[in-house]
């Protein structure tokens, strides 16, 4: 049965949730990529705090120092099927020099919790920590089985993580059939005052790969015709340049016609680029779910200022909407012509799910629980989640990390940006209705 807070649960989950997510982002769990990172220590804080409230967890060290956590909440209702509520433990990371205060210090200023991780995503460990521990405390279960997982190497393709767990041990999830964790449940203030929480039910499938062009090494002083930087450069300036087709997935259109519907403004389906500008600072972001995009983010070639390398290599970030993967790799083709080595680094899947049913009710009855004005609404992620891995095991996964945004901060350069921080009152904002959706999940 689903319960309302009481005055000492509800002072208990706020003053737990901001305590927890600055020890959190006080234990450095960086990850530089290439399998270099180490959640470690971050695991074992995880462990301790849980024991402290009598909730048993199990580290899983995939790799030395790449450490997952799992732990299993009974229910009142053990034959239902079960959710798992998960987190990434590690963050990206940050240059010192760049930020205003120190991004391991967890220092609150200016009404904000400052440090990387705040928002991406030590801010939602917390609160579900928080969470468990009050259910503790307070002698609560609750109404499904649930399993959280804080895992690894999210932030660079979570083969330590998700991935390696799905795998190697899929007897985790047993019995779950849907998973909730990060980067939906925001706030968006519209021009006009009214309030959007983006609730993430897409996310768009990932492509990295690498481009090679092949040429006749040199001496830098001589003409030649088959000089491999200037191949490469060629075929990434017409990746760069080349306007990709807005694509109508259902996600969007769906968050389209809200956004019409809350300004005011009639709705049309052909042109869903028309109401990007009413995303104000999200629109970067927003914008990257109408279209595929591929990005180049890496360069290397040559060894010497008067030698012409015979081989240059750039890394293109590539990323398709649902359902429209073939499409991507067939204009990235077409871009680039035959001469250019493609290699696949990394792929993953685009993920779409209905936006309905009692666990989307539920997402939403607890956003408009605590701001009755709000207006839930579906949207399609840029980027990637856990969910994806999760997926493999027919887990249907959804964004819903709560929190209350100030109409004037430019959300989305947060994530792994300079001077990330969170709001405490969107924290509590946060904890509060991730806990009411949990008790209605």
């Given amino acids: ?101 120190d991004p391991f210090a967890g220092i609150i200023k200016e009404g904000f919790l400052w440090g990387r991780g705040a928002i991406d995503m030590k801010n939602m460990d917390a609160m579900i920590i928080a969470i468990a521990r009050m259910w503790s405390k307070f002698n609560i279960k609750p109404p499904r089985p649930i399993t959280i997982a804080f895992f690894a190497d999210e932030e660079a393709g979570s083969l330590f993580g998700s991935r390696w767990l799905v795998k190697n041990r899929p007897e985790i999830f047993d019995n779950c059939s849907e998973a909730v964790s990060e980067v939906g449940g925001f706030s968006l203030t519209l021009p006009n005052g009214k309030r959007l929480y983006l609730i993430e039910s897409a996310e768009k499938g990932i492509n990295w790969m690498k481009l090679t062009a092949s040429g006749v090494a040199s001496h830098g002083s001589m003409i030649t015709s088959e000089n491999a930087v200037v191949k490469l450069a060629n075929a990434l300036s017409k990746i760069g340049a080349y306007q990709w087709p807005e694509r109508a997935t259902k996600t969007a259109t769906a968050l389209m016609r809200k956004v019409a519907e809350a300004m005011g403004q009639p709705f049309n389906q052909d042109d869903l680029r028309s109401y990007l500008p009413y995303f104000g600072k999200m629109t970067k972001m927003i914008g990257a779910t109408l279209q595929n995009t591929a990005n180049p983010s890496m360069l290397e070639a040559g060894y010497k200022a008067n030698v012409v390398p015979q081989s240059a290599s750039a890394v293109v970030d590539g990323r398709f909407l649902p359902g429209l993967e073939e499409e991507f790799l067939s204009t990235i083709q077409s871009l680039i012509g035959n001469d250019i080595e493609i290699e696949m680094l990394t792929r993953d899947v685009a993920l779409e799910f209905e936006f309905t049913g009692d666990l989307v009710e539920a997402m939403c009855s607890a956003i408009i629980n605590q701001d009755p004005d709000g207006i839930p609404v579906p949207y399609l992620m840029s980027g990637g989640t856990d969910n994806k891995a999760l997926s493999d095991l027919g887990i249907i996964g959804y964004g819903f990390s709560p929190l209350q945004i100030p109409a004037d901060l430019d959300f989305m350069s947060l994530f792994h940006g300079i001077d990330e921080r969170v709001p405490i009152d969107g924290l509590h904002f946060g904890v509060r209705a991730l806990h009411y959706f949990l008790e209605r999940s």
């Fill in 1 to 101: 049965m689903a319960r309302n807070l009481t005055k000492e649960q509800r002072s208990f989950l706020e003053e737990e949730t901001v305590r927890i997510c600055q020890n959190l982002i006080r234990i450095p769990s960086v990850n530089f990529g290439e399998g270099n990172g180490d959640e470690k220590a971050v695991a074992l804080y995880v462990v301790e705090e849980l024991a402290d409230a009598g909730i048993k967890s199990e580290i899983i060290e995939t790799a030395p120092n790449r450490c997952n956590v799992i732990a299993h909440l009974s229910s009142d209702n053990p034959g239902r099927k079960g959710l798992v509520l998960h987190g990434h433990l590690d963050v990206v990371p940050a240059n010192a020099s760049d930020w205003q205060v």
